[in-house]
């Protein structure tokens, strides 16, 4: 049977990858630099078409995209060479493909609250029976969260973050606002418990937060907010990865992202978009990394010519970006058949 979502979810990434490198060529041309091939996908070409000086073309493996341009990957004589331009003008061109991600990431958001009336502040309302956090020394009504263990709260899904990431559970050192005043309570008691709400048994924390009607401002404001907590999510995974936190059978590339968005798609399209944009804010944020072979990898390389004043050799610039590509590359087909894996198994 024909699965429509599977083709959307594979259109989401398709999207992603021609506003990174659509983000790249625009700035390119606008920065005087020669873009030789725009192109969506790697390995042999499907179908190609010249516009001007630059090839358009489509790859046959459904993996990234590139803006080729002159003097990218190697020395060039040419005035309009990307070796030749200038350091500010090549850190803009490495940029722009990220910050398309991360705009594109910032409208779908703005698009999906755009229809809210109001939202949910990280500020108490009311308290629920048997909650264990209040008292003298504990969470009062009005006051509102600022930070769980250190953890920084910007909205109210930061408040659960908190508590699920805090290493003394049920305790917690709990920073609020209160009457205009920051107050930190230490060792908290707040415990998750079951409560029937119309007759559905649901796990809560004991609070229940204030709500504000939803203006234009507010929508942009909450919009912003969502997008650099992506960011931070995204930071977060990376660290939990690096510390052990988070195993390689836990890891998810195309494969198992496509299929994700696949089902929640069926579910509800609303959290589809939203789960886009978490996926257009973290390819952004990955390709930021300080690594070879990605955008945050070659502007460290600019910024060294910038600051030395000493040009890069681009021949073991180049040799570097493709052993780390490789790798890169490495990683992924691994994640990939670790995702086929869970799907057939």
């Known amino acids: 049977m024909f699965d429509i979502t599977i083709i959307l979810a594979i259109l989401i990434f398709a999207l992603l990858i021609i506003v990174h490198e659509a983000g790249h060529m625009i700035a390119a041309k606008l920065c005087g630099v020669k873009v030789l091939e725009f192109a969506i996908g790697l390995g042999p070409v499907l179908f190609k078409k010249r516009i001007g000086e630059t090839d358009f073309a489509i790859r046959a493996l459904p993996f990234g995209g590139q803006c080729a341009m002159e003097g990218e990957d190697e020395d060039s004589d040419d005035e309009r060479a990307f070796n030749n331009a200038a350091g500010w003008k090549r850190i803009i061109i490495c940029v722009a493909g990220v910050a398309m991600n991360f705009v594109l990431g910032l409208m779908i958001i703005l698009c999906l ?3 809210a009336k109001a939202f949910v502040t990280p500020q108490i309302d009311s308290f629920l029976e048997h909650f264990t956090g209040g008292g003298e ?3 009062r009504e009005g006051d509102i969260i600022l930070k769980v263990d250190g953890y920084k709260v910007y909205q109210p899904g930061d408040i659960t973050i908190g508590f ?3 290493k003394n559970a049920p305790y917690y050192d709990v920073e ?6 920051r107050i930190k309570l230490d060792d908290v008691k707040i415990e998750l418990k079951e409560y029937i709400e119309d007759g559905q048994s649901t796990y809560l924390y ?3 937060l204030s709500a504000k009607d939803a203006t234009l401002g507010s929508k942009i404001s909450q919009s912003l907010k969502t997008s650099l907590n992506f ?3 995204v930071y977060m995974g990376l660290g939990d990865m690096i510390s052990g936190r988070v195993s390689l059978d836990e890891m998810s590339g195309p494969v198992g992202i496509t299929a994700v968005l696949s089902d929640t798609a069926k579910k509800s399209m609303t959290t589809f978009w939203y789960l886009s944009a978490l996926i257009a804010i973290n390819l952004a944020v990955m390709n930021m990394l300080p690594i070879p072979a990605l955008d945050g990898g070659r502007i460290v390389f600019i910024l060294f010519e910038i600051i030395t004043g000493k040009k890069t050799n681009k021949r073991i610039e180049g040799i570097i970006h493709v052993i780390v590509l490789l790798a890169l590359l490495g990683l992924m087909v691994l994640v990939t058949f670790n995702d086929i894996w869970k799907l057939v198994r």
């Open 113 to 115: 609250y755009m229809p």
């Open 137 to 139: 020394s504990g969470l």
């Open 164 to 166: 699920e990431r805090g």
């Open 176 to 181: 609020v606002k209160r009457d205009g005043k």
């Open 206 to 208: 004991g609070f229940m």
């Open 231 to 233: 960011v931070r999510l």
